[in-house]
């Protein structure tokens, strides 16, 4: 059994920040691979970034240079740092653990309960 649980999401204006975090525990061994996936509304859910247990991270396009991805390994969490929001990043936001064999574009994997984030322009 995995479970994910979120926590960090709100309401913010455009240009701030918001951190969002994500413990994972149970048989989580085989799944090296943790991310951050957005459902806007209306819209399918999409990968926001996501990182290896190596450390490497992978981001979309719009997260690039403002979005940052981290985890502890040693205490199986997984942060997304969020500056300069915009109102197009408002969605509800998933953390994701799968093996890094299956990519990140698939649904796919264990998700969380998922936390709202709100960007007012």
């Known amino acids: 059994q995995v479970q994910l649980v979120e926590s960090g999401g709100g309401l913010v204006q455009a240009g701030g920040s918001l951190r969002l975090s994500c413990l994972a525990s149970?048989?989580?061994?085989?799944?090296?691979?943790m991310g951050w996936y957005r459902q806007a509304p209306g819209k399918q859910r999409e990968m926001v970034a996501g990182?290896?247990?190596?450390?490497?991270?992978n981001y979309a396009d719009g997260a690039k240079g403002r979005f940052t991805i981290s985890r502890d390994n040693a205490k199986n969490t997984v942060d997304l740092q969020m500056n300069s929001l915009k109102p197009e990043d408002t969605g509800v936001y998933y953390c994701?653990?799968?093996?890094?064999?299956?990519?990140?574009?698939?649904?796919?994997?264990?998700w969380g309960q998922g936390t709202q984030v709100t960007v007012s322009s």
């Open positions: 994701n653990l799968r093996p890094i064999t299956m990519g990140w574009g698939r649904e796919y994997g264990y």
């Open positions: 149970g048989s989580i061994f085989s799944l090296d691979a």
């Open positions: 990182i290896t247990r190596a450390g490497n991270p």
